[in-house]
């Protein structure tokens, strides 16, 4: 592929250089595809959590109910006064209810986003003004040091809403022995997973009445127009999300309603009418699926807790011995 980036958008911040990058790279693919990962600006994030809220979207909610539920066994699998390593930044939510069970000797946020960190370090720091907080700017997916502060102390990742299910299987076992590469000997990771169940009950989770799912679909083209210069016409293009048994994965695309070019930055985009973008793969695992994807990253399950109907399983895996 020689596709021309023009480079003088000095308004994009430093990571826009792989968006413009990964955008071309993935509309010139066959099939059309974007990372996920781009959906969260301002509004996707918004978005998001509207669709955290909605009435057919279980796994926020269920996660949420196992970690307060088995709040007690869960602290029982952590070792006192470890440094709890959360991959991602979210809403606080969750790791609050970690705080409130355990005691922890630190807390490291790790995310790209260093505004976003810093802001959701200090409401940390005042509701937990004995817990020490050390924020680390970083590309999770890729090795970055931990703070030297908690270098003595027990290691516990945090990878919850089953973000992990995000990733391509080779890519969930690449991040897997990665998060054992940082946390080291002797680790243990809290990790959330969405379980597979009911088409029916996945198709409403990706396609709800709504149509908040949609939006945050759709959102990803205008955010391409905003910070690209793109002129996608978002009603040329309608939301899809199919559950794709054979791969265990919901799919979420857009497909082009018609016959078109898209312009951005110095490249054109065709699409014949039906013609998708991939926008996010969600893979749902069962239990002993992901045990197995988990021994194979050089971590060993060492319990296992679920709602009462099976929705949504959050994983405690230690650390195996090397060699
Ligand atoms: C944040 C990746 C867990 O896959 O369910 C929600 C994102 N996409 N609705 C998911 C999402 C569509 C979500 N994760």
Not at 2 to 14: C, G, I, K, Q, R
Not at 35 to 49: A, N, R, V
Not at 279 to 307: C, M, Q, V
Request: charged share 25%.
């Amino acid at each position: 592929m020689n596709v021309h980036v023009p480079v003088s958008h000095e308004h994009l911040d430093p990571k826009d250089g792989s968006f413009a990058k990964d955008v071309v790279a993935g509309l010139s693919q066959q099939p059309k595809k974007l990372s996920p990962k781009y959906f969260y600006d301002e509004k996707g994030s918004k978005l998001f959590e509207q669709i955290t809220l909605l009435p057919e979207y279980y796994p926020t909610r269920t996660e949420l109910r196992i970690l307060r539920d088995r709040g007690a066994e869960i602290a029982a699998a952590i070792p006192p006064n470890a440094a709890l390593v959360e991959f991602g930044a979210g809403a606080t939510t969750k790791v609050r209810l970690l705080l409130q069970n355990c005691s922890f000797g630190a807390y490291v946020p790790v995310d790209i986003s260093g505004d976003f960190l810093n802001g959701q370090a200090s409401a940390l720091r005042e509701d937990f003004p004995n817990l020490a907080v050390y924020p680390v700017t970083a590309d999770f997916t890729t090795p970055f040091d931990l703070p030297p502060e908690v270098k003595d102390m027990p290691k516990v990742g945090f990878f919850p809403g089953s973000t992990i299910g995000n990733f391509d299987p080779h890519e969930a076992r690449a991040f897997l022995r990665s998060a054992r590469a940082i946390l080291g000997d002797g680790a243990t990771l809290i990790v959330g997973v969405d379980l597979e169940k009911d088409e029916r009950v996945l198709h409403d989770a990706y396609n709800d009445a709504a149509g908040v799912t949609g939006k945050f679909n759709l959102n990803v083209l205008a955010r391409i127009n905003r910070d690209l210069g793109g002129n996608f016409d978002l009603s040329g293009f309608r939301h899809s999300a199919i559950y794709n048994h054979a791969r265990h994965r919901i799919e979420m695309h857009l497909i082009s309603r018609k016959a078109q070019t898209v312009r951005i930055l110095g490249h054109k985009a065709t699409f014949r009418s039906g013609e998708t973008i991939h926008t996010e793969s969600s893979y749902k695992y069962s239990i002993e699926r992901f045990a197995a994807l988990a021994r194979s990253s050089g971590w060993a399950p060492r319990a296992t807790w679920t709602d009462p109907d099976g929705m949504f399983s959050v994983h405690a895996l230690v650390a195996e011995d090397r060699d």
